[in-house]
Nanobody
Framework: QVQLVESGGGLVQAGGSLRLSCAASGSIFSIPNMGWYRQAPGKQRELVASITGSLSTSYADSMKGRFTISRDNAKNTVYLQMNSLKPEDTAVYYC???????????????WGQGTQVTVSS
C-alpha cells in the first residue's frame, strides 16, 4: 500500500509564509508526478502546482510568483513553499501522487489526508 503524509499547515497572517511537505511511502517503484491541490469551503478542489520526476513544474495562474513546488526524488517527498500568503489562500491543501508500484504497472493516483492552511487578514 501507499501512504502520503503531509505536514506544515497552520495559521499565518497575510503576507506570511508556510512550507508544506508530503512524503510518500510504501510499495513504490517510481513517481512520475506529484502535486498539490487545495479546496476551500464551498469550492471545488483545484490544482495549485505539480512537478514531474524530471522536475518540470506547472502552476495555477494565481499562485505563480508566490508559490514554489519542489521535490526530493531520493526521499519521495514533495514540498510547497508558499510566500505572500493571502486570506483567499485559506483552504485544505492536499498532496497528490501519480505513481507506479511496479515495473510495467499502470499509474495509480493517491491522495494525502489534507492539511489546513489558514491565512488571517
Amino acid at each position: 500500500q501507499v501512504q502520503l503524509v503531509e505536514s506544515g499547515g497552520g495559521l499565518v497572517q497575510a503576507g506570511g509564509s508556510l512550507r508544506l511537505s508530503c512524503a510518500a511511502s510504501g510499495s513504490i517503484f517510481s513517481i512520475p508526478n506529484m502535486g498539490w491541490y487545495r479546496q476551500a469551503p464551498g469550492k471545488q478542489r483545484e490544482l495549485v502546482a505539480s512537478i514531474t520526476g524530471s522536475l518540470s513544474t506547472s502552476y495555477a495562474d494565481s499562485m505563480k510568483g508566490r508559490f514554489t513546488i519542489s521535490r526530493d526524488n531520493a526521499k519521495n517527498t514533495v514540498y510547497l513553499q508558499m510566500n505572500s500568503l493571502k486570506p483567499e489562500d485559506t483552504a485544505v491543501y492536499y498532496c497528490n501522487a501519480v505513481l507506479l508500484q511496479r515495473v510495467g504497472g499502470r499509474p495509480t493516483n493517491h491522495w494525502g489526508q489534507g492539511t489546513q492552511v489558514t491565512v488571517s487578514s
